[in-house]
């Protein structure tokens, strides 16, 4: 057996030379002639050999070409690789989408930041303009005028789409905010009883109102912007909170079907007297001030016998409590306190 050919000529297999097999000849051929050799020492017959190689041969080839096809596999076709490209995919799109949610939290931080910035210069603005309203009015003139007083170009207007409502807005609110800081401080923040609340109800409105008094020549011009459609929202919304904020430090704390009912009587009171108080003439308004105390004295009065009546009563309140919730349903208040 001189080489690979006479070999498998011997053992009767076809002539293999395709090295794309991937099956090393070489190790069989020399495993075979180590072994042939040897059979010829102890006389074993040709024709036993042939069958004994051939069988042997054949095995070999097929390890061989099973190992290779393994391999090929692994390298090729091996199943496990697209799981791991499925698991790569589904990292990197977790990775992005983290990164993703990273950067708009820092884009809503920065625009809040933004937001508080341009808020906090707003309310320079409308702060420096109030004392020009008795001579310019609820207008964006006036807006411009505390801009410039404040170093601020002209084209600040552009901060202000909603024009002079803007500063009649931001007025109420300051005067709402002093009220309530006023009323805690008086009921040692709601802690102290009320031994009269009308009386309470009395000095509270007439405090409020007489916040309007310097701009009580400009006043008209601000109902009618508060009455404009757009504005009724805003409008509507401060004065159900103001109300709300009275009723409650004045020692009601009720939880029935009244606490709407008062705090729609207060906000009526308040409106007639805020119009009686534009047309009295009287020395420091006085008739002002007793029509406010009359007007809570009957409102009381016809609470109590509103609340002896059952039919007319539920009736009057469920009309009057089911417009306060619709209003409030709308504007988005809560007076859910401790």
Not at 90 to 105: G, L, M, Y
Not at 316 to 337: E, H, V
Request: aromatic share 8%; net charge neutral.
């Amino acid at each position: 057996m001189a080489n690979l050919s006479s070999l498998c000529k011997f053992i009767q297999l076809p002539k293999l030379v395709n090295n794309k097999t991937g099956i090393n000849f070489r190790t069989i051929y020399r495993s075979l002639s180590s072994s042939i050799n040897q059979s010829t020492y102890v006389n074993i017959p040709p024709a036993d050999c042939k069958v004994r190689y051939t069988t042997k041969v054949t095995l070999q080839i097929q390890a061989q070409a099973s190992h290779h096809r393994h391999l090929c596999s692994k390298n090729t076709n091996d199943p496990v690789k697209p799981g791991l490209d499925e698991f790569r995919e589904r990292e990197e799109k977790k990775e992005e989408e983290f990164e993703q949610r990273e950067r708009e939290k820092a884009r809503a931080a920065s625009d809040d930041t933004n937001d508080a910035k341009i808020n906090a210069i707003r309310m320079k603005i409308l702060e420096a303009a109030l004392p020009h309203v008795p001579t310019s009015g609820w207008t964006r003139e006036t807006i411009m005028l505390g801009a410039e007083e404040m170093g601020f170009p002209g084209v600040a207007h552009g901060m202000f789409p909603e024009g002079g409502f803007a500063l009649v807005s931001y007025f109420i609110g300051k005067c709402n905010a002093e009220l309530l800081k006023q009323m805690k401080t008086e009921t040692d923040n709601g802690r102290k009883a009320i031994h009269d609340p009308i009386e309470f109800l009395v000095d509270f409105v007439r405090i409020r109102l007489e916040m309007i008094l310097p701009y009580k020549s400009q006043w008209p011009q601000a109902i009618a912007l508060i009455a404009l459609p757009q504005n009724a929202a805003t409008s509507l919304a401060q004065l159900l909170t103001l109300v709300d904020d009275i009723c409650y430090y004045s020692g009601d704390r009720s939880v029935d079907i009244e606490w709407y009912t008062r705090r729609i009587g207060l906000a009526t009171v308040m409106k007639m007297t805020e119009l009686y108080m534009l047309r009295d003439k009287s020395p420091q308004h006085i008739n002002t001030w007793e029509f406010l105390e009359n007007r809570l004295n009957e409102f009381s009065q016809l609470q109590t016998i509103l609340s002896q009546t059952e039919d007319v009563t539920k009736t009057f309140q469920n009309s009057l409590n089911s417009a306060f919730i619709t209003a409030r349903n709308m504007l988005g208040l809560g007076y859910n306190r401790p």
